[in-house]
């Protein structure tokens, strides 16, 4: 949606204008393109989150994740054990 906000703005188009064909809040598009006014393409990106840091490293998350996409006769783990 970002890009599609900036290909619009340069296509002369409205805020207002912009947010009725992406169906968005005008605040948003204003947003966005002030950011890419100001940083160009770096504006687009996702700013660094605060919050606590992750519990587990990606790694382990993608073993979980792995694992549980798996069937349970696939591990060798009884049916039963799945719950």
């Given at each position: 949606m970002r890009a599609r906000?900036?290909?619009y703005?340069?296509?002369s188009l409205?805020?207002?204008e912009i947010a009725a064909r992406?169906?968005?809040p005008r605040q948003v598009v204003s947003k966005w393109r002030k950011r890419?006014?100001?940083q160009r393409l770096a504006g687009l990106g996702d700013l660094p989150r605060g919050g606590r840091p992750p519990a587990f490293p990606p790694d382990v998350v993608v073993a979980v994740?792995?694992?549980a996409c798996e069937l349970p006769a696939a591990t060798g783990?009884?049916?039963a054990r799945w719950h």
């Amino acid at each position: 949606m970002r890009a599609r906000i900036v290909l619009y703005a340069a296509h002369s188009l409205r805020n207002d204008e912009i947010a009725a064909r992406l169906d968005t809040p005008r605040q948003v598009v204003s947003k966005w393109r002030k950011r890419f006014f100001d940083q160009r393409l770096a504006g687009l990106g996702d700013l660094p989150r605060g919050g606590r840091p992750p519990a587990f490293p990606p790694d382990v998350v993608v073993a979980v994740k792995a694992l549980a996409c798996e069937l349970p006769a696939a591990t060798g783990v009884p049916p039963a054990r799945w719950h």
